[in-house]
């Protein structure tokens, strides 16, 4: 009898511990990932990374720049093991020279171009403002580093404009960079990702046209694991997460497209 009521105490014991072993299992389970992303991307991913995190228990650790400074970091041996690029080029190119994982390669976005101004009621819906050339300064990201600035320079280009408004520029390093010329009014208006202006599907401010994509390449937007991140299983888990209904529409409602 004794020992029945041993085993009996016992057995109801168990489920308790178990509950009590529950967080501490999962912390053990817990991982981190290092991110680097296309500026353009920086308010969706540091919505999803928290929701990431919350779900699966992992943390994303996000850095920020422009694609082809990533890519040099990768290529320099950066310790990033996803990288979110602003265009599908530079995955491609990191998997075809050995820095990413072969077929791991995804479009997670596709970012559309905005022509925008800090002002209310100074860019139409229409390039008409280009047209008229009265500003003094437009705002455009490094073409050569930025795929947003290469579609902008693509659109100036179709519009037969380029000629006329090239020597206004006003270049930044990146696209977080060119929002901040006209944000702050150093640059009248300029070439943006509509993602840094529009949130919970609106407008936050200012005025913008949202040029057509028929006036530039897509701006496809791929994600792809790095070698470094091969056996993380936070970097599986957080690839995972960017193709859920969740993430999307998280992207959606900053302007995105998939």
């Known amino acids: 009898m004794h020992i029945g009521r041993s085993l009996v105490k016992n057995a109801f014991r168990l489920p308790a511990l178990a509950l009590l072993a529950t967080p501490f299992a999962s912390a053990a389970l817990a991982a981190e990932v290092s991110v680097a992303v296309a500026a353009n991307f920086a308010a969706p991913m540091q919505t999803i990374a928290a929701d990431f995190e919350k ?8 850095v920020f720049g422009s694609t082809g ?37 995804f479009t997670y976005a596709i970012g559309q171009l905005a022509l925008w101004s800090a002002r209310s009621g100074y860019v139409g819906d229409n390039p008409g ?37 090239e020597g206004k520029f006003v270049q930044g ?20 990702a509509l993602s840094q202006v529009y949130a919970d599907d609106k407008l936050k401010g200012g005025s913008a046209w ?10 496809r937007q791929d994600a792809v694991v ?22 999307h529409a998280v992207i959606k409602s900053y302007g995105y497209a998939w």
């Open 226 to 247: 790095l070698v470094k991140g091969k056996e993380n299983p936070a970097a599986t888990a957080l690839i995972k997460f960017l193709k859920t209904d969740k993430a």
């Open 210 to 219: 949202v040029v057509p994509a028929r006036l530039h390449s897509p701006i």
């Open 173 to 192: 390093e990146n696209i977080a960079q060119t929002f901040q010329f006209v944000a702050t009014g150093n640059a009248e208006l300029g070439f943006v």
């Open 55 to 62: 779900d699966s228990g992992h943390k994303a650790q996000l």
């Open 69 to 105: 400074k990533l890519y040099a970091q990768i290529r320099n041996g950066a310790p990033f093991e996803v990288l979110l690029a602003a265009d599908n080029e530079t995955p491609a190119r990191l998997e075809k020279e050995g820095f990413a994982v072969d077929g791991s390669r």
């Open 129 to 165: 403002v280009l047209r008229q050339g009265t500003f003094r300064h437009l705002g455009i990201a490094n073409p050569r580093l930025a795929p947003y600035g290469a579609a902008a320079v693509e659109t100036l280009t179709r519009l037969g404009l380029l000629g006329k408004v």
